[in-house]
């Protein structure tokens, strides 16, 4: 009996260690996340477009100069607003802009702070602010947000959920999207540590939905853009492009692409 005793005591202890050795193991990794977790979401690439008249230098709710672009097109019945890829900038999306504008769209193109010449460091919160700083100079400018379309390639899929939850926009399109920014990375919900929480959002966006996701992404993985597709809202359509890898969805899609975006805009009812 007694050599029971010993061996539950000496098992209590080996549990008690292992449950310290755990949550030390969770404290440093919650540490290391906190340090990391920018620098991993925001590789800012360099300057990719001149200063000009054309860019405009709004200003953010926490008073950072945002870089943004709009291409004009007097009979446009909508605006698309674009958030980039994290490793572009605005300069990078002129081409894709000017593809959007002959197919019969406003479209306006925006830098995140530390990206372009946008002033300020990148964060979840910084980036939701520049965001916000477009959609009120649209506004400002007379467009309601009944014709705005908001467009978020990758990690522009966060700051443009974001902002689907909060205006009353005509629609959302994500392409190459994904659940959260954390889970790309570990697999698993670190929710302290996690940022730009798309699929918990999704649910709160009223507007029509157009996910567009390729089937071999290999940065943000296809189902991450069928669980986004499965949370959201009707209505909604999607475009899943076969073979397509995370940056050439666009390219693989098609010329047609322009005419599915613009039939998904046609279908709105504003």
């Not at 260690?17 to 996340?33: E, K, Q």
């Not at 605006?79 to 306006?108: P, R």
């Not at 996701?213 to 909604?236: M, Q, R, W, Y």
């Not at 899943?240 to 899609?253: K, L």
């Amino acid at each position: 009996m007694s050599a029971f005793f010993t061996w539950l005591i000496s098992s209590k202890h080996v549990v008690a260690m292992l449950i310290r050795i755990t949550v030390l193991i969770y404290i440093v990794s919650f540490a290391v996340g906190l340090l990391l977790i920018n620098k991993l979401m925001f590789p800012a690439p360099s300057l990719s477009y001149s200063d000009s008249e054309k860019i405009l230098k709004l200003s953010s709710p926490a008073g950072a100069s945002i870089a943004a672009r709009l291409f004009e097109n007097p009979t446009a019945r909508h605006t698309l607003l674009v958030s980039h890829g994290n490793g572009e900038d605005l300069g990078h999306g002129l081409a894709f802009a000017k593809d959007l504008q002959k197919a019969g769209f406003q479209v306006m193109l925006y830098d995140y702070p530390g990206y372009g010449l946008t002033s300020g460091k990148p964060s979840e919160k910084s980036v939701y602010d520049a965001a916000e700083a477009a959609i009120q100079e649209l506004m400002r400018r007379g467009i309601k947000p009944e014709t705005i379309l908001l467009y978020g390639r990758s990690i522009g899929s966060g700051p443009s959920v974001e902002l689907a939850t909060r205006y009353p926009v005509a629609g959302l399109i994500t392409e190459a999207a994904f659940t959260s920014i954390v889970i790309v990375v570990t697999k698993i919900n670190l929710f302290p540590v996690d940022r730009f929480r798309n699929l918990k959002k999704i649910g709160r966006v009223d507007c029509p939905v157009f996910i567009m996701h390729g089937t071999e992404d290999e940065v943000i993985p296809f189902s991450h853009g069928e669980k986004l597709f499965a949370a959201a809202n009707e209505p909604k359509r999607k475009r899943w492009v076969e073979g397509a890898g995370h940056d050439d969805v666009i390219q693989s899609a098609g010329p047609e692409i322009f005419a599915e975006i613009k039939a998904f805009a046609d279908s709105l009812k504003h």
